[in-house]
């Protein structure tokens, strides 16, 4: 399972800049980055320079995709999927994908940045695991906000060396949502699917992955 950190804040808090730069880090580290934005606003042009995303790019992430009311950057309709199903479903491949927004996304970690103690979304939401600040406030896990290469250390000793890049080798969405598994149905149903495809005959033994979309009958 791919691990997914996203970066929360309030607007102009300097999320984007010290997110773009814990991705040059982590690719410095040797790492492959997605990165998934959310944004409220609208007409928004991607990866010119100035944007955020081409921010995001030149820092050196593998893949950035941008999620705003209107559209998603792979230009198509916003289906409101979840942060977890964006990250599952188009980067499957990468070590980690950092999110930018999304506050309220379930079963996500987060790291809150501010520059107003007195407006916490770390209070008002689930998940925050660190959060960065250059104002004074006590707890575990607080980085400055000129500490990027801190906080990606932080995030490859807590998501990546520990998973050893292993975890669960096959992932079943079912109408867009993740279904967990344990490690023996993983097993099972990649042996089962690994097994139909080899008998197809395809001429290719050389078999890295395998991905099956099915489309249900409406029943009437």
């Known amino acids: 399972m791919v691990p997914i950190v996203t970066f929360i804040g309030w607007h102009d808090s300097g999320k984007t800049t010290l997110a773009s730069q814990v991705v040059r880090h982590l690719k410095q580290l040797g790492y492959q980055v997605a990165v998934i934005k959310s944004t409220k606003e609208t007409d928004i042009a991607f990866d010119t320079p100035g944007t955020d995303t081409d921010t995001h790019r030149k820092a050196g992430?593998?893949?950035?995709?941008?999620?705003?009311?209107?559209?998603?950057?792979?230009?198509?309709?916003?289906?409101?999927?979840?942060?977890?199903?964006?990250?599952?479903?188009?980067f499957p491949e990468v070590d980690i994908v950092i999110g930018e927004g999304f506050k309220?996304?379930?079963?996500?970690?987060?790291?809150e940045v501010f520059r107003n103690s007195k407006q916490l979304l770390r209070e008002q939401v689930s998940g925050v695991i660190a959060v960065a600040s250059d104002e004074k406030i006590s707890g575990d896990y607080i980085f400055r906000l000129n500490e990027a290469a801190e906080i990606a250390s932080f995030i490859e000793k807590r998501f990546l060396q520990a998973a050893g890049k292993e975890g669960d080798h096959t992932t079943l969405l079912v109408n867009g949502s993740r279904v967990p598994m344990k490690d023996f149905v993983q097993d099972a149903l990649a042996g089962t699917v690994r097994g139909l495809v080899g008998s197809l005959k395809l001429g290719n033994n050389d078999m890295r992955t395998i991905e099956i979309r099915i489309t249900l009958p409406q029943s009437s």
């Not at 593998?62 to 230009?75: F, I, W």
């Not at 979840?82 to 599952?88: D, E, I, K, V």
């Not at 309220?104 to 790291?111: C, G």
Request: aromatic share 6%.
């Open 104 to 111: 309220d996304a379930r079963l996500v970690s987060k790291i």
């Open 61 to 90: 992430a593998d893949s950035v995709m941008l999620v705003a009311p209107d559209q998603m950057v792979l230009m198509t309709d916003n289906r409101g999927q979840s942060l977890t199903t964006l990250a599952y479903r188009y």
